[in-house]
């Protein structure tokens, strides 16, 4: 009875122990960001936030759910040397199923520390391209492919990867299924996982060897994972940032904004063309901008609205049209298709800003051409009809406008007859019958 007593005891003892050490140690948490886009500076920012987060929370591990058609090469590099610095292991996870790491994606997945993919995804195709979305030519595509293949191989050899075909995926735009890329010898990445759940059960124990060469053991089994979240900054840039919302932003706030300074205390146009302007020159701070680009479509627009005011046979008209569409070919200087901006985008975008702008100023020209219709200008070419008779160089009454005014004539009138005014000084009116007044009398000759 006393051993038994005993042991009831020390059983009661090593579970109050026990609990009360699983109550002080909290479960760790794996971190989990997520990028689906071009790979752009606002990327490069997200994931290094998401490693400063992690190596700070002392995280068990940091997985990347990565989406992508590629991007920058200098956007990529930094995120590669933040994943190369961080403290925390970092896992590239393609997915999910029917995702793609593509071009820049490709190099970023071969820098991780663990490559993952889910069913159903690729990677590669990291061939440097140029602007228009074609490979370079002769000696710029050797210079920059060599510059990319030899950074690929790099990062492969340090992380015991096919340096072969990850050479290939820059030389030759080879590209690999997560079934290729595992069964190649030595495999491009380590894991293929339907959801990051499995991820983490898969990475569980895993001896994994750092840039730096030291070996460190994953312990994920029991981790909880928390979503690391964009700022709204980030948010915000990662949408304008997109190459074609910040073209049109330029376009239309160009335009409100010169419509403004046409008809001015419109309002409307000078607000939100101001706003679509710097909403523009917001994104632009993420993408690479030629700003020769942007004077040329700023020139075009000027072109446009002289048109109208000079006679030029239709030559400023052409030539605001062909400084716009090459305004908008280079506006975007940068070697990745995916931020380059379409031709279906850019010829219609052209064509309808030069259409509505030429309409609009013709619109004010027209408006100013117009006969006035109030003040004295507006009576000069009124009719009316004579109250009394006026001999030349002398007064009489008539009848215009509804009023009756003091009028002289250079002829004679009698009364009764039509006349028109083509004169007015003060509050006397100068007319001449009719039958021999001018058709139409010139506009703003008169004084007051």
Known sequence: MRCLRSASVLALLSGLILARLSAQTPPRVAYVAEWDGIIHPVAAAYVRAAIQK??????????????????????????????????????????????????????????????????????????????????IDDTMEKKMVSDVAGYARTLAAQRNRNVELVEKAVTESRTFTETEALNASPPLIDIVAADVPELLRKLDGRNVRRFDGRMQ?????????????????????????????????????????????????????????????????????????????????????????????????????????????????????????????????IAPTVFTTAGVLVFLVRLAVKAQRQKPVTGDSGMIGEPGRALTSIEPGGTGRVQTHGEIWTATAPEPITAGDVVRVEWVEGLVLTVRPEKTASPAAPRGQYHS
């Open 54 to 135: 992690a190596d700070a929370a002392g995280a068990p591990v940091l997985i990347l759910v990565l989406r992508t058609p590629g991007g920058l090469v200098d956007s990529t590099r930094d995120i590669n040397s933040a994943i190369i610095a961080a403290k925390t292991p970092v896992v590239v996870y393609v997915g999910p199923s029917g995702g793609r790491a593509a071009s820049a994606g490709f190099l970023i997945t071969i820098a991780a520390d663990v490559a993952a993919m889910a069913p159903g995804t690729h990677i590669g195709a990291a061939h440097p391209v140029a602007g228009d979305g074609q490979k």
């Open 217 to 345: 053991v994953l312990q994920t089994a029991s981790a909880t994972t928390e979503p690391i979240e964009l700022t709204w900054t980030q948010r915000l840039l990662s949408t304008l940032a997109h190459p074609q919302i910040a073209y049109l932003l330029l376009t239309l706030g160009t335009l409100g904004l010169t419509i403004e300074l046409w008809s001015p205390g419109a309002v409307f146009p000078g607000v939100a063309g101001g706003i679509c302007l710097l909403l523009a020159f917001f994104a632009f701070q993420v993408l690479p901008v030629n700003y020769a680009g942007i004077a040329l479509i700023v020139f075009g627009i000027l072109l446009l609205v002289l048109e109208v005011k000079v006679t030029s046979f239709g030559l400023l008209g052409a030539g605001g049209i062909l400084s716009l569409f090459l305004g908008s070919v280079m506006l975007v200087d940068s070697p990745v298709p995916a931020l380059q901006i379409g031709m279906r985008v």
